[in-house]
């Protein structure tokens, strides 16, 4: 019944936002790690 109810567009589009979603949380991460990184070698560069 509930299949009947969505159609076929709905139930890709659900999927395609589920993945772009992923791939900003991947995204989120990498830019989190770089800026760790970059914060944590700047006093190091300004030293030296």
Known sequence: D?????????LASNKE??????????AKVAFTIFFLFVCAWTPYAFIT
Request: proline share 0%.
């Open 17 to 26: 936002d589920g993945e772009k979603s992923v791939e900003i949380r991947i």
């Open 2 to 10: 509930q299949a009947k109810k969505m159609n076929v567009k709905s």
